[in-house]
């Protein structure tokens, strides 16, 4: 059985352009250079059919390593909680106050960007702040 060595993880939302800007805020992503013989995103979005313009937007992992993020316009709103969320994880080995100093000061920075937190969950030891991004999709800072 072959192993699959990409992925990218894909949000319906209501403004591609704006949730993708808000995670590539949230985790150092860059929005990849337009398609050839584009010199903007724009240039490209003009070149589409009216259907199709600001129907889609992506960001990359500068590095490479992270999957690629892909956000598709759907006319539906966001109805119920995720089944599926991700963990950013800027706690990695930390712990006590020390970890959650360092998850208090990640929110702080992602609320000015627009994110909403939901509670901070703390045991003297581990800590989780819950959150939602800009369009309400839940996500932690772990």
Same mark, same amino acid.
């Given at each position: ?28 992503? &860059? +929005? ?11 240039? *490209?979005?003009?070149? @589409? ?10 960001? +990359?992992?500068?590095?490479? &390593?992270?999957?690629?993020?892909? *956000? ?17 994880? &800027? ?5 006590? !106050?020390?970890?959650?100093?360092? @998850? !208090?000061?990640?929110?702080?920075? @992602? ?6 937190? &939901?509670?901070? @969950? ?21």
């Amino acid at each position: 059985m072959a192993s699959i060595k990409q992925f990218q993880v894909t949000f319906d939302c209501a403004e591609p352009e704006r949730l993708a800007r808000f995670w590539c805020e949230v985790l150092g992503y &860059v +929005v990849p250079p337009p398609p050839a013989g584009f010199a903007t995103w724009d240039d *490209f979005t003009r070149s @589409l059919p009216a259907e199709r313009q600001d129907a889609w937007f992506a960001c +990359v992992d500068p590095s490479g &390593v992270g999957p690629r993020l892909y *956000f598709q316009r759907v006319p539906e709103g966001k109805a119920a909680k995720n089944r599926l969320h991700l963990d950013v994880r &800027v706690g990695t080995g930390l712990v006590g !106050e020390e970890r959650l100093a360092v @998850l !208090e000061a990640e929110c702080a920075r @992602l609320v000015a960007f627009g994110a909403v937190h &939901v509670r901070t @969950l703390y045991d003297g030891n581990d800590s989780c702040i819950p959150m939602q991004d800009i369009e309400g999709n839940e996500f932690c800072i772990d």
